[in-house]
């Protein structure tokens, strides 16, 4: 399990946004959260990102046949390499929980969720 540190936690801990990728029978498949959601559910572990799931339910199929992940966060807080903006890929496998620890604690911060999606870092890289 790979840990968010340096550059890329400063990068999650300012993105708005969060944009997850998962591949299904169909192809590729996109779904977003605020940064802010992601944030409210930080765990000790800063090999696992914990996000609050309402819907994501072709999300949930497709990690339930092949749990790669993919998320891409970015931000302009943060300055890049050449210009003020900066971006992360993380890659990992995931999984959506509806009991269990960090389903409760999403239950917990939002009344909309039915539990968390579960992703355990295995890989990042910076864009921008």
């Known amino acids: 399990m ?3 540190e340096g550059k890329c936690k400063e990068v999650l801990d ?4 969060v944009a997850i990728a ?13 940064g802010g959601y992601m944030r409210a559910l930080k ?5 696992i990102i914990v996000i609050p799931a309402g819907f994501y339910n072709i ?3 497709n990690l339930k046949k092949n749990p790669q992940v993919e998320m891409l966060i ?6 890049g390499t050449n210009s003020p903006g900066q971006g992360c890929c993380i890659s990992g496998k995931g999984e959506v929980q509806t009991s269990g620890k960090y389903a409760d604690l999403a239950k917990s911060k939002f009344s909309w969720a039915r ?14």
Do not use: R
């Not at 998962?22 to 996109?30: A, E, K, N, Q, Y």
């Open 59 to 61: 999300t949930e199929e």
């Open 43 to 47: 765990t000790e572990d800063s090999g």
């Open 74 to 79: 970015a931000s302009k807080k943060v300055q």
């Open 14 to 17: 300012n993105t708005e946004w």
């Open 115 to 128: 539990g968390a999606l579960v992703i355990t870092i295995e890989k990042i890289n910076t864009q921008l």
């Open 2 to 4: 790979v840990q968010i």
């Open 22 to 34: 998962t591949c299904g029978d169909s192809g590729p498949h996109m779904v977003a959260t605020w």
